[in-house]
């Protein structure tokens, strides 16, 4: 097995490609060890000390690390750790399946927010997947639009470029009932 390894705009993360699918569809994100349970890949990387998030995608891996850590010493011990879960067999996930990560909107805006949602499908995500990272719909209120950011774009330092603009530029021009866009946490 010969996995690749890309770096990503935010420096504190690293994208692993295993050559083979790792999520069928959707994204999972771990943003910590804690958070992991569900997958077996995810908590073998979180054993390798210094790692603080894990992000799954359809054909990548990204993991971001503790500032004092350095690539040199960790990247080994991570390219190990998904060759031996992909040679091991097991789950990627057990239990649930990934999600579309789109929160759910109730309201009156709806048709608003189909716009926004299938927007951020079409021409966003697949932008920032190749990054490492996603960004899905949080909510949408008068004219804001807030995002959740994952993977490699969380924490990013470019990312507020990245919302500001590109993301709500692409918005603002489709869709004249958004006038920002802003991110959230968690």
């Known amino acids: 097995m010969f996995i690749q390894t890309e770096s990503t705009p935010n420096p504190a993360t690293l994208k692993f490609l ?3 699918q ?10 910590s060890q804690d958070t992991a349970s569900k997958s077996p890949l995810a908590t073998r990387m979180f054993a390798v000390d ?23 010493h960790l990247k080994p ?14 789950p990627v996930l057990e239990g649930e399946e990934s ?28 932008a920032v997947a190749q990054d490492g990272g996603d ?3 949080h909510g949408f209120e008068r004219g804001v639009v807030y995002l959740h950011m994952q993977g490699a774009c969380a924490g990013c330092p470019s990312s507020t470029l990245t919302l500001k603009m590109g993301i709500e ?4 021009h489709y ?7 802003r991110p959230v946490g968690v």
């Open 18 to 20: 295993p050559g083979q």
């Open 22 to 31: 790792v999520l069928a569809a959707g994204t999972a994100d771990f943003p």
């Open 50 to 72: 210094g790692v603080t998030g894990v992000f799954l995608g359809n054909d990548f891996v990204t993991v971001t690390k503790a500032d004092d850590k350095e690539w040199d």
């Open 77 to 90: 011990a991570l390219l190990g750790a998904v060759m031996e879960h992909f040679q091991s067999g097991a």
């Open 99 to 126: 999600t579309s990560g789109h929160a759910a909107h109730d309201g009156e805006d709806g048709e608003i927010v189909d716009q926004i949602k299938e927007l951020l499908d079409t021409r966003v995500r697949p």
């Open 135 to 137: 960004i899905t719909f």
């Open 169 to 172: 530029n692409l918005l603002r």
């Open 175 to 181: 869709i004249p009932e958004v006038v920002e866009v």
